[in-house]
């Protein structure tokens, strides 16, 4: 057969590979150790002005949270309230078997209502006021030197919360746009406290007029005159994610 000289042959031929260059980037064939990157990218940051950014942002973080304006009332004005939570879609949790796989279990339908007061008494109540003004900032300071323990002061008007809490030498909370819709704030100071049996499970709200005593406050937590009351009908809350 003539094919197998030929083929000897093709094989003794010296080859020659030409270098044509390099086209484009190129890059090492393994990848660049993660740890050397950080270090790289580290050294390169300017970690004085970033620490001056982030002081200057806790610093201002307080002054810069909104400020919200409410109405004066005539007469304390009181109204029950349901923080029940509607559960729009069932709720599984896993669930670990004998054999020690998982799987999962329903823990609560939808359409099943979660009431906290269910389960848990609230002792304390909270006063819903403005820091900037000064009627409303002299009651709170003479609330807490009557029931330290019992009176939780939120910053809800146009007050600075640092300067509130330095002024009355206590932490102030601030009055989230959450926690504003759930109490349904329409007025300050709003005192805000779980309801006595067969109440209990609901959470009353009393607003206050203006010129309002410390003494006068706590009669109404206290005492339950009939005022003239509306209730808050449940509405059904998104699931919390």
Not at 8 to 19: G, K, M, W
Not at 61 to 81: A, E, G, I, M, R
Not at 223 to 236: D, E, H, I, M
Request: net charge neutral; charged share 15%; aromatic share 10%.
């Amino acid at each position: 057969m003539r094919i197998a000289p030929l083929l000897c042959l093709l094989c003794c031929i010296p080859a020659y590979a030409l270098d044509l260059g390099v086209a484009g980037t190129t890059w090492p064939i393994l990848e660049p150790d993660v740890r050397i990157s950080i270090s790289e990218s580290a050294s390169q940051t300017d970690w004085e002005a970033t620490q001056k950014t982030m002081t200057d942002s806790s610093k201002n973080y307080l002054s810069s949270l909104p400020k919200h304006s409410y109405p004066p009332v005539k007469n304390p004005t009181l109204q029950w309230l349901d923080l029940s939570i509607e559960l729009d879609r069932d709720i599984s949790v896993p669930l670990k078997n004998t054999d020690g796989s998982y799987s999962w279990t329903q823990l609560a339908p939808k359409g099943t209502r979660i009431n906290p007061l269910s389960s848990k008494t609230f002792t304390q109540a909270l006063l819903f006021f403005d820091g900037n003004n000064p009627q409303q900032l002299q009651l709170a300071k003479d609330l807490l030197a009557r029931e330290p323990l019992l009176i939780m002061p939120i910053e809800a008007g146009q007050g600075q919360v640092d300067s509130t809490a330095k002024a009355l030498n206590k932490p102030v909370f601030y009055a989230s746009d959450y926690m504003r819709q759930q109490f349904n704030l329409k007025a300050l100071p709003t005192l805000a406290f779980q309801g006595p049996a067969p109440k209990n499970h609901l959470m009353a709200t009393i607003a206050f007029p203006p010129n309002t005593s410390a003494d006068q406050v706590l009669y109404q937590w206290t005492t339950w005159p009939s005022w003239p009351q509306t209730f808050s009908a449940p509405k059904t809350k998104e699931t919390p994610q």
